[in-house]
């Protein structure tokens, strides 16, 4: 393990010229993860080379025909297909025997390769009330959250905005997915917070997360307006925000998920994970 | 008055002179209220130090401390109205009261080259949203003529309900602008508090590039605690102020926070972070 961990890194040095830069040693409070589509212009393997010098723990949403590319990194894969799209899960009943299906799949993939997190969606709304969609949720949860904790594999609920990119999105307010956590009240089943996605909803980010730390998972980052770079460009302090992360002592996974602009995105990555290195 | 005034001037200039005036590129014109400037601040302190640190204005003073303001240099850039936040313009009973404080204002503002009054919905007591917003309107349009007339602003805040003013009514951008909408005045803005509206709904930026039209003023301070704007809080204040001035805004931007650090210092870095 050592030795394959060193091996990239080497490797890695005279293809790092741009950051011109040996991996930086990282203060670590806060495990940091990248997601793979924000880099789909490059190998996986490439993103995994580099994601390693840079001090990142792990690639998020990735499949399990990845994981070896990743873990030969030394890498995690941070946030795995768990069940349901975006538009079509938990909060209808009707899908809850074929995503309970994929769960157990999927988080038996999860335990076998040691991946702590699997990922789901509430599902768009189509008309359905708020309560109705939650206690939805509920109930699909509850099907399989002996599984998850028999696994020692989370499943994360993840927020997202309704109000920009992904209309009509049931699950777009901490508030709710919050209500959903505490009534199936597993330690294997939380929420997956999206600062940018709920910077666009809710904001108060910092006060958000301090009050429901116990129900959170796992972030995702982003600079809003844009979901690009998470640098000076945009409205959020993601500094203070890691730092208050950090000093909640969440031990989960904040993972970069922007769509970086500038000319050179591995800098933009290194640029974001100095930012939150508290 | 007038002596105690010149004697304060008097007092003040050996210090002024010694102490530089900072320099801003002033894009954007910052002004701050008193408590930015600590506990125990004077305005004649307050105005002096502002402007001695590149200020246009000191916000939320009354008309005998304008001479002062004027003193140094500095606007009133947000002189009261009428109204207070439990009891606003959202209940009728309120109007004809807050119309004669508005009313008098406006023309001290006016008189004196005194660009804003404020003004504000009141509490909600139960009272459904829309309507408050018609009566926010009916009232802003029995005044808008003489605000207009006068060349003077009228500017309803913006507040959070959910921290600081529990059951404040006008507290998300959609419902003022909704509001400024019904009034349609170049006289009758919104106050847009950055700090308040990053409590209630976030996305700051486009919802100020969306709104900037129904905006007259803004307000600053760190989320959460309503501290210092630099790096020790959630928002990135370099970059909002970037995108206002992007906007084509041309009023005044003022600091709004209680420092937790020495006030002049921290004042200097707000205002340089929002110096763009």
Avoid at chain 2, 83 to 111: C, F, V, Y
Avoid at chain 2, 169 to 189: A, F, I, Q, Y
Avoid at chain 2, 241 to 260: C, K, R, T
Wanted: one cysteine or more; hydrophobic letters at 40%; a neutral charge.
């Amino acid at each position: 393990m050592t030795r394959r961990t060193f091996l990239p890194v080497a490797a890695g040095i005279p293809a790092a010229t741009l950051s011109a830069s040996q991996p930086a040693p990282r203060k670590g409070r806060l495990k940091q993860a990248v997601s793979r589509w924000c880099f789909n212009k490059y190998s996986l393997d490439e993103l995994c080379r580099r994601a390693a010098e840079l001090g990142l723990k792990g690639i998020d949403l990735v499949g399990s025909e990845d994981w070896p590319t990743v873990k030969k990194r030394g890498l995690v894969p941070t946030m795995t297909p768990g069940a349901g799209s975006i538009e079509h899960s938990l909060n209808r009943k009707e899908n809850h025997a074929k995503l309970e299906l994929e769960f157990r799949e999927n988080i038996a993939k999860a335990k076998a390769a040691g991946v702590p997190n699997v990922i789901t969606f509430s599902g768009n709304r189509r008309g359905l009330p708020d309560e109705q969609g939650l206690e939805n949720c509920v109930a699909g949860l509850n099907r399989v959250k002996k599984i998850a904790e028999d696994a020692g594999v989370t499943i994360c609920l993840e927020l997202l905005n309704s109000k920009v990119d992904h209309k009509d999105y049931q699950c777009d307010r901490t508030a709710w997915a919050v209500e959903v956590c505490k009534r199936v009240n597993s330690p294997r089943v939380k929420a997956l917070y999206d600062i940018y996605h709920m910077q666009i909803m809710e904001g108060d980010v910092i006060r958000t997360i301090r009050e429901n730390i116990q129900w959170i998972a796992h972030f995702h980052t982003g600079g809003n307006p844009g979901r690009n770079e998470i640098d000076a460009s945009q409205e959020l302090n993601y500094r203070a925000i890691c730092q208050a992360i950090a000093d909640t002592g969440f031990t989960g996974y904040v993972a970069h998920e922007f769509v970086p602009v500038k000319a050179d995105p591995f800098r933009s990555l290194a640029e974001a994970v100095e930012i939150c290195d508290v | 008055m007038r002596r105690r005034d010149l004697l304060a001037t008097a007092a003040a200039l050996p210090a002024a002179a010694a102490a530089q005036t900072v320099q801003r590129k002033g894009r954007l014109k910052q002004c701050a209220t008193i408590s930015c400037f600590g506990r125990k601040a004077t305005l004649e302190f307050a105005a002096r130090e502002g402007a001695r640190l590149g200020l246009k204005g000191i916000d939320l003073i009354g008309s005998s401390g304008w001479p002062v303001l004027k003193k140094y240099g500095l606007v009133p850039s947000m002189a009261p109205g009428g109204g207070t936040i439990a009891d606003g313009i959202n209940s009728k009973d309120n109007h004809a009261k807050i119309e004669k404080q508005i009313r008098e204002n406006i023309e001290l503002a006016a008189a004196s080259g005194v660009p804003n009054v404020i003004t504000l919905s009141g509490n909600r007591r139960g009272m459904a949203d829309e309507p408050a917003i018609e009566h926010c309107a009916a009232f802003l349009n029995r005044v808008k003529a003489m605000a207009e007339d006068k060349g003077v602003t009228v500017c309803l805040e913006l507040l959070n309900s959910k921290v600081d003013h529990p059951d404040y009514h006008c507290d998300h951008t959609w419902w003022g602008v909704e509001v400024m909408k019904r009034v349609n005045s170049p006289r009758v803005k919104l106050l847009y508090d950055i700090y308040h509206m990053q409590i209630m709904e976030g996305d700051i930026i486009r919802a100020i590039r969306q709104n900037i039209q129904w905006i007259g003023h803004f307000h600053t301070a760190g989320n959460p605690g309503r501290h210092e704007i630099d790096a020790t809080q959630e928002l990135n204040y370099w970059a909002i102020a970037q995108a206002i001035v992007d906007a084509g805004f041309s009023g005044y931007f003022a600091h709004e926070y209680s420092p937790l650090g020495d006030p002049l210092k921290s004042l200097d870095d707000a205002i340089a972070i929002c110096d763009v």
